[in-house]
């Protein structure tokens, strides 16, 4: 587990030898395809639901989201050209940034709906978080390959997981729930990856389940109320919410379910818009539900297909990496897509409690479409590596 | 998902142990169970139970919302707009959904208020209580008194300067744990470029005033802004933007006492019976016009029903909606062309007074149809733009329009309609009313020559012409044309031995009297004689006793009883008489009215309603304006006579304003006019002048005053000119007299 000598230059040239041999096209094809067919399905979504909100711009989201998917995929093509490996150099000032850009935002940010998540910037207001999940993904897998020989440590498995907590409660000060799970997330499927005994899985798990008993009913039952009532609505006001439609968050989750449902087999996006006014924050956390309100059960199976392509391609980088570095990064870029997609489409569904995650490419906002492109380039990136290394070994991969 | 089978052979990949493969099999086998889930989720939602869903989306709550109506132009009787409505994008705030309550502050608030009202209360009342004494203080005193005038001035400085301490109003900070208000605020600021600290106090001040209306935190937004609040929306609860009908005055300062201005609904109005049923948040007249004819002007608002969710938040389109009803316009009898000229004049003349050294800032003018009362142009000065509330204004700033000004301080309360509100002792313009009530009473005969010498010795004190000058005896016809003090000052020596006939005949023409226009806070001025005296005597001193023996100020001298020397400072308009160019104006009518009808004159009712139109501009009701109940029956001869000297005053060799109507093509429209110098102790003295012009079809009175103008012919005779000259069309000609007229 040598670090690469190559720079990221001469890797991209080196890629472009292997393209011009013919052998096969510099990214994954149903990858891209899968991001593609995102983009396509954001942009359609965000045109009927959000036409004629801002006066006098009545496609105002829209144009900015192409924008947005545009630079995402050529930042994305850009990426898939570096060498994964070189960003192993960079350790300290990955983890200094990531730390960084959330205390800035906790210092400078500006405040929605009593969480304050993003710095403004003229024209555009940057989501820290966001950025910072891909942050964390690349710091970690560089932490475990570097413990590589000693993963069975206790030591180690402790060591990751702190080093991811110090972002994630930072995050959860903001308080933004959501990216602090995605943290959380990431570092147990790094370890996951990487090896580490199951025991110390488990245990981490069993933690976990103490903590939330913990918070949720142990405490309040000694009088010791560590959230405020309308958290706690809102982390369980998802199981029966008619009974807490005064909380605003429960509620939005409701109209989102009730919109969801109207949808039915094939929405009812030639009805008229009014029907959007249903969904709350049709834009962004709920684009989901904007979707299936508006293409129904098809238009929402279609999306989620392409998500699992997403997945099943990720996880399938995952294994053909060319070394565990690629490995982790690509698990974590997994764990990352698969726990936004299944918590933001859980939530706007009615399963899951309401948490704040964007649904990547789909959802509305420059910071979490370009992290996720960026996200997808470091899959493509070692997709690239791990052909071209079977390539000169003269080893034909199927994809 | 297939191809993550755990079995397919990992030999060809180097990095790929076999445990590995297991754990990314778990991985895969967890994304196939979630998305599971949420595949049977969807088909349950949106296939098994879609329609239970679609039923559910449709059956929203209504929710009944007030339209507001626009509400009806001012307009001049050539039907040129006055005051008109325009919509403007504002952000305004709505307090009850800001994301912290600021009860805590507004109880804070209130607290400094009441606070404020405690301290600054017995100042207010001492300096009530000197002001009086000292407004009711006439022109001639002794040395002693002269000082103690001068005294009693400069305590009153001093007791506003502290009023203004004690009643500055300052809102509490806003507490610390409120840091999501505060953060808001910040942003807010940052957005529209305003200081934080100000959206709050403009918040807590308006919310005290108005009970949780929408607060309009800045007006005319620009789009950029506008679009970030809107995209932004829940970065910022609490804050809306959109379009709001503003009032806009084309005509900007022109006239603007005379319309008034409108506000937001303020808590004390909503409990009002006049305002009864007014949704809040809805502009109302507040002052002049606007006040007056609120309830035609405003309409009725409409109402809205829309769909809301549980929340109360708008979701969907509009189910019923009753259009709002705009407000009536209203027709006023201001003659634009005329309006714009007098107020033109009037600033030049400001400005030429000025250029001669006089402090000269502040005034006022009416000029009315004799006959019916019809206000053609009214004005005072100085006034202020009226668009300043349409936008949010600072407390400091309301304040410097509203602040009254200490004693002896002319000019400034731009708010003040001096026009009416006003109250000014008139000088020599009062003779004409003095020499009727003589006449009438048998005081004086018209033929009877005397007020030889410069002054009039009573007593202890002197009573003088301007300038000392000696006209010699006169009779009545020239004592008028030349203003002579000392032939007044012995017709009001002699009529005191006959009682109040002065003050009769003052009251019969309408002097210290309501007019009766429709325009809100008029003034009712005084008339002074010795039954008021004896009163306000009787008021000092049972205040006097309650208070221990210090003065409350109702008088200037306590235990002064009414003397002739009142009579005579009255018989010249001094002394302790209070009117204004409007009372002046419905005097000097009354008096046309009854030389043009033999001696049989009605009082008119001035106005300057004339009919209200639809909003469509059809006709909807013309306003009456009855005369006053009472008329008066005056000798016709004596009027001749009266009537022959104010001729003089403006044509004769000697006549006071005879320079200013040089010129005049009196053989059209015959001029009747007659100066007015009050005399303020300290000051220049406040010119005056009261004319009146023939006409077969539309004669005019005009009066003109200006406070420290100097001499009448000097400084409001040429206004009147160039008034007259407009109406009549003749050719416009800025004169300034020379005659000291007093």
Redesign the interface.
Known sequence: MTPPALSPLQASEQTAQETSAGISLPFDPLLTLAVIGLGICSALTLKVATAG?????PH?FFKRQIVYLIVGFLAMLGVSRLDYGWLRRFQRPIYALLILSILAVLALG?????S?RSI?LPGF?FQSSEIGKLLLIVFLSGFVVDRARRLRDRDTTIKVLALALVPTILVFKEPDIGSGLVFIAIAL?IL??A?VPWRHIAAILLLGVIALTIVLAVAPALGVHLLQKYEVERLTGFLNPTAH??N?LV?QEL?S?????????TGMAGVGS??F??VP?RETDFIFASL?VAR??VG??FV?SL??LM??RG??I???????Y??LIA?GV??ML?FQ??VN??VT???LPITGITLPLMSYGGSSVLSTMLAVGLLQSIYLRARST?AMKG?V?RW | MTGLEPARPPESRVPVSPQMAWRVAVIGTLALVMFGIIFFRLWYLQILTGNHYLAEATSQKLRPLTVAAPRGEILARGGQTLVSSQTTAVVRIVPSKLPESVEGQLLAYGKVVKAVEKRSEPIEEEIKALQARLDGTGVSHTRAQRKQVHRERGELATLKRRLAKASALTVPRLSSSHRRLWSLFQRLGTLLKIRPQKIDEEVIQDVYQTRYAPVVIDSAVGQGPRTVLYERKREFPGVEEGPVATRTYPHGEMAAQVFGYVSAITGEELGSKVLKGVPAGTEVGQDGLELSYDSELRGTPGKKEIEVNPLGEPVGSVAKEVQPKPGYDLKTTIDLPLQIEAEEAFRKEIAAAQGRGRVADGGGFVAMDPLDGAVYAMGSYPSYDPSFFTKPFTPSAYQALTASQPYGVTGGEPLLNRAISGEYPTGSTFKPITAMGALEAGVITPGESFGTGHCVFEAEDKFCNSGHTDYGDRDLVEALEVSSDTYFFEVGQRANARGPVIQKMAHELGIGDRTGIDLPDELKGVVPESKWLRKLNEAEASCTRRKHGKPCGYVAEPGHEWTFGDNMNLAVGQGDLLTNPLQMAVAYSTLVDAYRNDGRGWRPTPHLGMQIDNSNGELVRVLKFPHAKRNVDLNPTYLDYVFEGIHDATVGAEGTSSDVWAGWNQAQHKTYGKTGTAEHLGQTEQAWYMCYIESETRPIVIAVTMEQGGFGDEAAAPIARLIASQWFHQKKKLVTGSSADA
């Open positions: 909100t801002i006066p006098g711009d105002y500006s405040e929605t709906l009593g304050t403004s207001s499927t996951f990856v090896g439609v005064e605003k509620y109209q379910k009730i919109a969801i449902g109207a949808g039915r087999q009014s029907e006014g249903l924050e299936s129904g059960f929402a199976a989620l998500y699992a997945i099943w996880l399938r995952l294994s053909m990496a060319k070394d565990l690629g490995s698990g997994v764990a698969m997609v299944f489409v859980g569904i009615g399963i079977e080893r991969l």
